[in-house]
């Protein structure tokens, strides 16, 4: 079974960098599984940021950008404003038709 | 514009099935190319798809869920249907509805979620 793993929780100054995470317990992730990042504040559906590794969703600011590093898909959030505070997941396209999430990274701004 | 309607709270008892129905507008789930899927989060837990229903009727389901999921879409109402069966306690989560970007890629346009409750 995949397993997605992200880092639980992280914690930026305001106006600092931050890099969010997205691994896979089986090794390597391919830019083939189309890495994608969500934003979800509190009782909120999730919003799309980052698809297919590095591409930015219609009106997501373009200080949240997507790559791969190292052997993990990554989410670096430059500046980050009091707002960014959230819920991040990633999600793999593993094979045709299938999806697995991340547990989730709880970022806070302080 | 797009949007997807989800019905309000529900409440299931354990071995019940549950049945959700989405209500798409602004789009057709026969346009060449859509593609919907159901994802679930448990009260503070992460993401979880479900299962997909492309507009060709081909479906994909999880792999540890997929003896108990069925999606179908329903044409003349332009609406995606989700059943899970022999629900239990674990299954109680909010249930989103959403639509693939037009190249597939992501998922593009979400529903405002359908909490689900399983107790008896």
């Known amino acids: 079974q995949t397993v997605v793993t992200q880092e639980p929780s992280l914690s930026v100054s305001p106006g600092g960098t931050v890099t969010l995470t997205c691994g896979l317990s089986s090794g390597s992730v391919p830019t083939s599984y189309s890495p994608t990042w969500y934003q979800q504040t509190p009782g909120q559906a999730p919003r799309a940021l980052i698809y297919?590794?590095?591409s930015r969703s219609s009106g997501v600011p373009d200080r949240f950008s997507g790559s791969i590093l190292g052997n993990k898909a990554a989410l670096t959030i430059t500046g980050a404003q009091a707002d960014d505070e959230s819920d991040y997941y990633c999600?793999?396209?593993?094979?045709?038709?299938?999806?697995?999430f991340g547990g989730g990274t709880k970022l806070t701004v302080l | 514009q797009v949007t997807l309607r989800e019905p309000g709270p529900a409440l299931v008892k354990p071995t019940q099935t549950l049945t959700l129905t989405c209500t798409f507008s602004g789009f057709s789930v026969s346009t060449h190319g859509m593609r919907a899927s159901w994802i679930r989060q448990p009260p503070g837990k992460a993401l979880e798809w479900l299962a997909r229903?492309?507009?060709?009727?081909?479906?994909f389901y999880s792999t540890s869920l997929k003896t108990r999921l069925s999606v179908s879409k329903d044409t003349a109402k332009n609406q995606v249907v989700l059943t899970m069966t022999n629900m239990d306690p674990v299954d109680t989560a909010t249930y989103y509805c959403?639509?693939?970007?037009?190249?597939?890629?992501?998922?593009?346009?979400w529903g405002q979620g359908t909490p689900v409750t399983v107790s008896s």
């Open positions: 959403v639509r693939h970007d037009s190249s597939g890629y992501y998922f593009e346009h």
């Open positions: 297919n590794t590095n």
């Open positions: 999600v793999l396209y593993v094979a045709r038709g299938s999806y697995v």
């Open positions: 229903i492309d507009w060709d009727d081909e479906k």
